[in-house]
Structures are given as C-alpha cells and as structure tokens.
C-alpha cells in the first residue's frame, strides 16, 4: 500500500513537471486579512483571522468545457491532491464550519485549482520591547510546506488584502504587508531537506495617547504633588509625612500595574526608566524632609539650651564686676547666633529644594522624551 502510494505520487510530479516544463510545481499563497486582535505583550503573540488562499495546475483534471470554471464541494477534497502549507509561528488554529466548512474549491478548464479557506489563527509573535511604550513591532506570519521540499513544490506569493477596517484600539496597522521569503534547509530527526517557506510581516505602531493618559500625566501629578512638603511648615510633621508616604506609595502601585501586564525581560524598558525616575523623585522628596526634621529639632534644643544659659548669665551678671563682665563672652549672644545660623540652613534646604527638584526633574523629561521619542 505505502509503496503504491509513493509510486502514485512520483508518477503525478513527473507528468505535472513534463507538463509545465519544471522540476517543481509553484504553488501560489495569497491570503485576506480579515481582522488583527489580541495583540498580548505579556504571551508574546496575536491573532489574526484570513481566508488562506492556493492555487497550482493541476494537468489531470484539464476538461474543454464553455463555463469559466467549476465550483466543487469541500466532499471532492479528498479525492484531489492538495499542497501541504502549514504555519510555523502557530499556536492554535481553527477551522470555520459554521454552517457548513467555509472551503471554496474552484478548477479551471486549464488545470489550475483554486483553494481558500477561512482560518482563525494564534501566532507568535517575538515582541522587543525595550521601547515600550513608544515601541513598532513587526509580528509575522510564516507558511512553509511541511512534506514536500524545494525539488517538488515552491511557494509564492501572490495578492495579499487587508481588509480596509481593521483598527486596533492601541495599535496603528500599516495596511501594506510585506511579504518575503524564508526558505532554508532545516533539519528534525533524520529527516533534512529544503522547505519552501513564504514571511508575511505586520507593522504595528503602538498610540501613545492611551498611555499618556494612563501613566505619564497620573504620574508627572504625583512627582509634582511630593513638591507640596517644601512649603509646608518644618513642624508640620504630620502633614509632610503622610504625603510623602501617599506619593511614595501611589507611584509603587502604578509601577506594579505597569508590571503585571509585561513580560519579564532582561533589559530595561522606557517605561521602566520613567517608572523609576519617578520613584526617585518622590522618594527624594520624603528624605529631603526628614533631613529638615533633623535641623528642625537641632533648633529646639538650641532654644532650650539658650533659656538655661540666659538665665545662668544674669545670675553671673548680679554678682560678676564691670571690669569681669567685660571679659567673659556673652552665652545669650552667642546662642542667638548658633541658631539663627540652623535656622537659615533648615529654611534654606526647603528654598533650594523648590528650585533644584523642579528643575531637574524638567532636565529628565526634556532627556527621556527626546531620546525616545
């Protein structure tokens, strides 16, 4: 049986090839992209729904008849040759069969066949995403025949369509595919030769807009609310810490939702760069008031210290000469002038960081946009 059906398939290749004057038989791949969707970042793939598309010449079944062709049910596909494509980017594939198996079959007097069907199909789809979210991936879609090699069948392309509406709510599509070759010699098992292989490769640019609006404005608000504590009184203890912990605190959340829908790579994405410089900011601003704190309970101690000397010093001064009193320093004055100077320093860092934070954080922004962008 299994050799009958080898000498049955060379002898069909030997008087298709007589015939057309070749050593192999071109079968010609088109496809109709009917939708894009499920484009996931984190499964690194993308689903597309085509009507996939064959044609070859088939010597057999030449016939002389005045009908430009004949339509034949999907029952007289098994008693035809069909080429053997498949997609090797594939994750799930699915046959439409609703009502019936959505299969044109069409032969032409001259031999040729026409093939479509309607496919449904997952495709991975290797994702760089270190631009994210500012980012154009190229997903592909690659059709290779699996049995027969180059000696017996090559594909082409032929038209390829994109249906005029497909809009994708975070993505541009380019509505020109490009189409390219992939054939090699592969290797599996025992088994080596060279396999036809057809590349047909999406452009996807990703809008910005929804992320402008979801993350980068949220948190430039944030950064921006951190700066609130450097007006506020440094004995607001209460009040600056709390919005330094809620600024803080906000920005790891958003950074964790940002997260939680990527896949974990090993380079560093825009979005983490921003992420991060945010955080930074934000954490800048909380250590900044902890550092005014210190300064701010420097200065009370200093007052109590001024009182217990100032009191001491009168004391001295009721019993001390004029020609003595001359002598000795005066504690009051000297305190006076140790605080004031902490007083200028504690005031002074809330000055200066209303000026320094603004300022460097408009130098990243003017930096990161500039770069990615």
Wanted: hydrophobic residues 45%.
């Amino acid at each position: 049986m299994v050799v009958s059906m080898v000498t049955t398939v060379r002898e069909w290749l030997a008087v298709v090839s007589d015939t057309i004057n070749s050593q192999n038989i071109e079968v010609s791949v088109g496809m109709f992209v009917q939708s894009l969707s499920s484009i996931s970042e984190l499964e690194m793939q993308y689903t597309v729904n085509i009507y996939f598309r064959l044609s070859w010449i088939d010597p057999r079944l030449i016939y002389n008849h005045t009908a430009e062709y004949l339509s034949v049910d999907a029952f007289w596909m098994t008693k035809l040759w069909l080429p053997d494509p498949y997609f090797i980017n594939s994750k799930e594939e699915h046959f439409h069969t609703v009502t019936v198996p959505n299969i044109l079959l069409r032969v032409y007097p001259d031999g040729m066949i026409m093939y479509s069907q309607r496919l449904s199909l997952t495709l991975a789809c290797n994702m760089e995403l270190s631009q994210f979210p500012m980012d154009t991936q190229v997903c592909d879609i690659q059709i290779m025949s699996y049995a027969f090699t180059t000696e017996d069948i090559v594909l082409k392309w032929m038209d390829v369509d994109m249906n005029e509406d497909v809009e994708l709510p975070e993505f541009d599509v380019s509505k020109h595919m490009e189409k390219g070759d992939c054939t090699e010699v592969h290797v599996t098992g025992n088994v080596t030769g060279t396999f036809s292989c057809l590349i047909g490769k999406f452009t996807l640019t990703r809008r910005l807009s929804y992320y402008m609006v979801q993350t980068y404005v949220p948190s430039i608000l944030i950064v921006v609310l951190s700066w609130v504590n450097f007006w506020l009184d440094a004995n607001a203890t209460p009040a600056r810490v709390s919005l330094g912990l809620l600024c803080v605190l906000t920005m790891t959340t958003q950074n964790s939702g940002i997260i939680s829908t990527l896949p974990r790579v090993s380079y560093v994405k825009s979005i983490d760069v921003w992420s991060s410089a945010c955080l930074v900011f934000v954490f800048g601003a909380l250590v900044e008031f902890a550092f005014v704190n210190v300064q701010s309970r420097k200065k009370e101690v200093l007052d109590r210290k001024l009182t217990a000397k100032g009191r001491a010093h009168r004391s001295i001064m009721t019993l001390a000469s004029a020609a003595v009193d001359r002598d000795v320093e005066d504690p009051e004055k000297a305190s006076r002038c140790s605080r004031h100077a902490l007083l200028l320093t504690a005031e002074r860092i809330d000055f200066v960081s209303r000026i320094i934070f603004p300022f460097t954080f408009l130098i990243f922004n003017l930096i990161y946009w500039q770069y990615y962008l």
